[in-house]
């Protein structure tokens, strides 16, 4: 994936796993005792049971940390294993980057004997975010293009169901919402070079409406019109775990 070798340099640095998000993980993943990772990045929220990581991007592939699960370079449409190689596949916060959807939710339900757990978002949620509603339009924008409809993935698993996952007000993983309680933080290049939504249009494209962020922090603008998010430990910016589970192992 050309995309990560060039925006997925830090992501070691700014996508540090959220234990609370991780619990979440390890709960859809139940009691499988072995979990390929598809779009694995840097290795982030893998746990021993992990056997495999596939990853297309040599970049975040050498980002991984001694001791990680063994690493291939591969794509989801064409995952290089057998059928029922685990019990169970993860794909966290990857799917809207496939260049086929469909094939790659076959391969997932081909490798996984026993459930498939997707991490997404609901693009209808997000749009209500105060970063892209109000500063980040065009980010937004390029989130429509490229955003999985939740009820389409559950479908396309079979009917799967969907949780929730709330992003809590100190989460370490710097992806999208990350930072809902702490605005000054997208003002930060190296922040948004964690974001692929804010990578990828491009600074000359975010300037105008990360400008009008800096005034309004600057001038107390920002806190007087968010000041109830100072209440909230958590903020549902429309993350979702998709789980396709079935009862028995084949």
């Given at each position: 994936?050309?995309?990560?070798?060039?925006?997925?340099?830090?992501?070691?640095?700014?996508?540090?796993?959220?234990?609370?998000?991780?619990?979440?993980?390890?709960?859809?993943?139940?009691?499988?005792?072995?979990?390929?990772?598809?779009?694995?990045?840097?290795?982030?929220?893998?746990?021993?049971?992990?056997?495999?990581?596939?990853?297309?991007?040599?970049?975040?592939?050498?980002?991984?940390?001694?001791?990680s699960?063994?690493?291939?370079?591969?794509?989801?449409?064409?995952?290089?294993?057998?059928?029922?190689?685990?019990?169970?596949?993860?794909?966290l916060?990857?799917?809207?980057?496939?260049?086929?959807?469909?094939?790659?939710?076959?391969?997932?339900?081909?490798?996984?004997?026993?459930?498939?757990?997707?991490?997404?978002?609901?693009?209808?949620?997000?749009?209500?975010?105060?970063?892209?509603?109000?500063?980040?339009?065009?980010?937004?924008?390029?989130?429509?293009?490229?955003?999985?409809?939740?009820?389409?993935?559950?479908?396309?698993?079979?009917?799967?169901?969907?949780?929730?996952?709330?992003?809590?007000?100190?989460?370490?993983?710097?992806?999208?919402?990350?930072?809902?309680?702490?605005?000054?933080?997208?003002?930060?290049?190296?922040?948004?070079?964690?974001?692929?939504?804010?990578?990828?249009?491009?600074?000359e494209?975010l300037r105008?409406?990360?400008?009008?962020?800096?005034?309004?922090?600057?001038?107390?603008?920002w806190?007087?019109?968010?000041?109830?998010?100072?209440t909230h430990?958590?903020?549902?910016?429309?993350?979702?775990?998709?789980?396709?589970?079935r009862?028995?192992?084949s």
């Open positions: 994936m050309a995309v990560y070798d060039a925006i997925g340099t830090t992501y070691a640095g700014t996508r540090r796993p959220d234990a609370r998000i991780a619990a979440r993980i390890e709960a859809a993943l139940g009691d499988a005792a072995s979990v390929v990772n598809v779009g694995a990045g840097t290795g982030s929220y893998e746990t021993a049971r992990t056997v495999l990581a596939v990853e297309p991007s040599p970049v975040m592939i050498a980002q991984r940390p001694d001791g699960a063994p690493a291939v370079r591969a794509v989801a449409e064409r995952i290089p294993v057998v059928d029922g190689a685990a019990d169970a596949v993860m794909a916060l990857t799917v809207h980057h496939w260049s086929d959807l469909a094939a790659g939710v076959a391969e997932l339900r081909r490798v996984a004997r026993r459930r498939v757990v997707i991490l997404t978002w609901d693009q209808a949620v997000f749009r209500r975010f105060w970063l892209v509603e109000e500063y980040l339009p065009e980010a937004a924008a390029f989130d429509d293009t490229r955003a999985v409809p939740v009820e389409r993935l559950a479908a396309m698993l079979g009917g799967a169901r969907v949780e929730p996952v709330p992003v809590p007000h100190d989460c370490t993983d710097g992806f999208g919402a990350a930072f809902w309680r702490r605005p000054a933080a997208y003002l930060d290049p190296v922040v948004r070079a964690g974001i692929s939504m804010l990578a990828q249009p491009g600074e494209l105008p409406g990360l400008a009008r962020l800096a005034a309004d922090l600057a001038s107390g603008r806190r007087d019109r968010h000041r109830d998010l100072a430990d958590e903020f549902d910016a429309g993350y979702r775990l998709v789980i396709d589970e009862e028995t192992a």
